[in-house]
């Protein structure tokens, strides 16, 4: 079955970094745009940044610019999302999709969702 899964979260000191892994499996992530988004406990779902198929364009939400850094490596099937200066407010869950293409920050045209990895910032 095809999907996208995502790995890297854990727990983290405000200020610090991690880095999120969106792996495809049984499809070529190079045809696809990829997004990442976040759901923070009793939250809705928020998008956070997207690349487009060929990374040669990327894009962040507002709260997440200069912080947060979004590539790909098509060679390894893989999209990342370097996390920086880390606050307390970007705990969630962080999930990525591939889809069709990016509106800005948002993915549109999504085929395949991950199932999420956890991300808490705190002391």
């Known amino acids: 079955q095809a999907q996208v899964v995502e790995s890297g979260g854990g727990l983290v000191q405000p200020g610090g970094s991690l880095s999120l892994s969106c792996a495809a499996s049984r499809f070529t992530l190079a045809n696809f745009a990829i997004g990442w988004f976040r759901q923070a406990p009793g939250k809705e779902r928020e998008a956070v940044s997207c690349v487009s198929s060929s990374g040669g364009s990327t894009y962040y939400a507002d709260s997440v610019k200069g912080r947060f850094s979004i590539s790909r490596v098509n060679a390894k099937n893989t999209v990342y999302l370097q996390m920086n200066s880390l606050k307390p407010e970007d705990t969630a869950i962080y999930y990525c999709?591939?889809?069709?293409?990016?509106?800005?920050?948002?993915?549109?045209?999504?085929?395949?969702w991950g199932q999420g990895t956890q991300v808490t910032v705190s002391s």
């Open positions: 999709a591939a889809g069709h293409s990016c509106s800005d920050y948002v993915i549109y045209g999504v085929n395949y």
